[in-house]
């Protein structure tokens, strides 16, 4: 079995309480960081142990941390945000739910290392019932002295709040979910000055995810070097996946960075295989926004090494062979599913949730979503798969924030890997509205490229 570090007590009963939670060994790492470290030991502990941001990106969250400013009289903020809305992902959510003394510890934390005397978990607004398990948490946490004036007896002082947002996918990025803090519309800064030196209310301001913060709790009670014992190469300490779709077993799984894919995949101990008995076609292994991967590209690389579980094996190939961790949605696509069924019911979702204030990614996802839809409901031309890929490449890079990569990536990579599947769509358009193309080649073996003499 892997190695626990977030969900090792996920079981036990009342663990959502304060009491159950500190029988477990919970706020440990609040009295060994206030009473035996400096900040910036705690910084560099979290440097020590690689831990990469969570969220998506897979930033190195120690280095974001040293890169705040720390002007003389100046307020700085930590900022969780929890404002988990990528399609296929819901690990935060899960933890919030049952877990929230782990996150609420791990602010603590955090905003010590920082000295940040206010922070902030910002929570997407339609999880209602995970705001109010937190604000009870919180309460809980401040009863106990965990919170507020002279934490501990130590001198250091922390207020958290929780913010519900407005339901917006936009709000997920960091600039944008400041502006929403602030009270106004979310719409993503232009970036520099970065949140580091000027953030929420214009002062230097570190934005966390959910699970990047509750890292922060393994790694202080372990240290950053036990912690970087764990994974492989520079994917380190454990990530918590999302698994759904045709799957025998979907739900939250925490692995170890490095686990191949086809264990991940087919193994009792995760998903369990497809479902039903059905072929495996194609994967979405990091939420909605990565690229789509055929299933004879997922288990091994383009030179037929095995794939793993990790930022840089999933990537093996860039974009014309491979993916990205992204946050953890494991989507898994049997030979019943319809590609471009999908790809439009994503670009949909990107059109909808555009901020609409960069153009390319305004009018681009609409276009998109219109030729999709054609194609679905056997309209289509065969020209759409070219002009498709035109307008992705028309939004990726040209945009404020990265949602406009969000909404072409997939779009690309679905063309790029299962065109025939786009254009089966155009010449059998009444069949396609009755049935889906089913499996093709897909998982067939790619035969090792010959080496270059």
Request: proline share 5%; net charge neutral; charged share 25%.
């Given at each position: 079995?892997?190695?626990?570090l977030?969900?090792e007590?996920?079981?036990v009963?009342?663990?959502?309480t304060f009491?159950?939670?500190?029988?477990?060994?919970g706020?440990?790492a609040?009295?060994?960081?206030?009473?035996?470290?400096?900040p910036d030991?705690?910084v560099?502990?979290v440097k020590?142990?690689g831990?990469?941001?969570r969220?998506?990106?897979?930033?190195?969250?120690?280095m974001?941390?040293s890169f705040l400013?720390?002007?003389e009289?100046?307020?700085r903020?930590?900022?969780?945000?929890?404002d988990?809305?990528?399609?296929?992902?819901f690990?935060?959510r899960?933890?919030?739910t049952?877990?929230p003394?782990?996150?609420?510890e791990?602010?603590?934390?955090?905003?010590?290392a920082l000295?940040?005397?206010?922070s902030?978990?910002?929570?997407?607004?339609?999880?209602?019932?995970q705001?109010?398990?937190?604000?009870?948490a919180i309460?809980?946490?401040k009863?106990?002295g965990?919170?507020?004036?002279?934490i501990l007896?130590?001198?250091?002082?922390?207020?958290?709040?929780?913010?519900?947002?407005g339901?917006?996918?936009?709000?997920?990025?960091?600039?944008?979910?400041?502006e929403s803090?602030?009270?106004?519309?979310?719409?993503?800064r232009?970036?520099?000055p970065?949140?580091?030196?000027?953030?929420?209310?214009?002062?230097p301001?570190?934005?966390?995810?959910?699970?990047s913060?509750a890292?922060v709790?393994p790694?202080i009670?372990?240290?950053?070097?036990?912690y970087?014992?764990i994974?492989i190469g520079?994917?380190t300490g454990t990530?918590?996946?999302?698994?759904?779709?045709?799957i025998?077993?979907?739900?939250?799984y925490?692995?170890?960075l490095?686990v191949?894919?086809e264990?991940?995949?087919?193994s009792?101990?995760?998903?369990g295989g497809?479902?039903?008995g059905k072929?495996f076609k194609a994967?979405?292994a990091?939420?909605?926004?990565?690229?789509?991967?055929?299933?004879?590209l997922?288990?091994?690389?383009i030179?037929?090494?095995?794939?793993?579980?990790s930022y840089?094996?999933?990537?093996?190939?860039g974009?014309a062979?491979?993916t990205m961790?992204g946050?953890?949605?494991?989507i898994?696509?049997?030979?019943d599913?319809?590609?471009?069924?999908?790809?439009?019911?994503?670009t949909?979702?990107?059109?909808?949730?555009?901020?609409g204030?960069?153009s390319?990614?305004?009018?681009?996802?609409?276009w998109?979503?219109?030729?999709?839809h054609?194609?679905?409901?056997g309209?289509?031309?065969?020209?759409?798969m070219?002009?498709?890929?035109?307008?992705?490449?028309?939004?990726e890079?040209n945009t404020i924030?990265p949602l406009?990569d969000?909404?072409?990536?997939p779009?690309?990579s679905?063309i790029?890997h299962?065109?025939d599947?786009?254009e089966?769509?155009?010449?059998?358009?009444?069949?396609?509205?009755?049935?889906?193309?089913g499996?093709?080649?897909y998982?067939?073996?790619?035969?090792?490229?010959e080496p270059?003499?």
């Open positions: 079995m892997a190695r626990k977030l969900l007590h996920i079981n009963p009342g663990i959502n009491d159950v939670y500190r029988s477990k060994g706020y440990a609040v009295e060994k960081a206030l009473k035996t470290l400096t030991e705690v560099e502990e020590k142990s831990l990469r941001g969220g998506g990106a897979g930033f190195p969250t120690g974001k941390w400013a720390k002007p009289g100046v307020a903020y930590l900022v969780c945000n929890a988990e809305s990528e399609p296929g992902t690990k935060d899960f933890l919030m049952y877990i003394h782990l996150l609420i791990g602010m603590i934390v955090a905003s010590y000295g940040a005397k206010v902030y978990i910002y929570v997407r607004g339609e999880m209602m019932p705001i109010r398990i937190l604000e009870k309460a809980e946490a009863n106990k965990f919170l507020g004036k002279n007896g130590t001198g250091y002082d922390l207020e958290l709040y929780v913010q519900p947002g339901g917006a996918y936009i709000c997920g990025e960091e600039t944008a979910l400041l803090l602030e009270g106004k519309r979310g719409n993503p232009i970036k520099p970065f949140p580091a030196i000027a953030g929420l209310y214009g002062c301001t570190v934005v966390n995810n959910v699970e913060i890292a709790v790694i009670n372990d240290g950053g070097e036990e970087a014992k994974g520079r994917s990530k918590l996946i999302s698994a759904s779709g045709n025998k077993n979907p739900g939250i925490e692995i170890e490095g191949p894919v264990e991940f995949l087919y009792d101990e995760y998903c497809m479902a039903n072929r994967l979405v990091g939420g909605s926004s990565v690229p789509i991967l055929p299933a004879n997922v288990t091994k690389t030179n037929q090494e095995a794939r793993l579980m840089e094996s999933l990537s093996d190939g974009f062979t491979g961790m946050s953890g949605g494991f898994v696509f049997d030979e599913q319809c590609i471009v069924r999908n790809t439009w019911n994503f949909r979702f990107y059109h909808h949730e555009s901020c204030q960069c390319p990614c305004r009018e681009g996802t609409g998109m979503e219109k030729v999709l054609r194609l679905e409901y309209h289509g031309k065969m020209s759409d070219d002009l498709l890929v035109d307008v992705s490449k028309k939004i890079g924030c406009g969000a909404a072409a990536w779009v690309a679905a790029r299962f065109r599947e786009f089966w769509h155009v010449t059998h358009a009444a069949e396609a509205t009755t049935r889906n193309f499996l093709a080649h998982a067939d073996p790619i035969p090792k490229p270059v003499a």
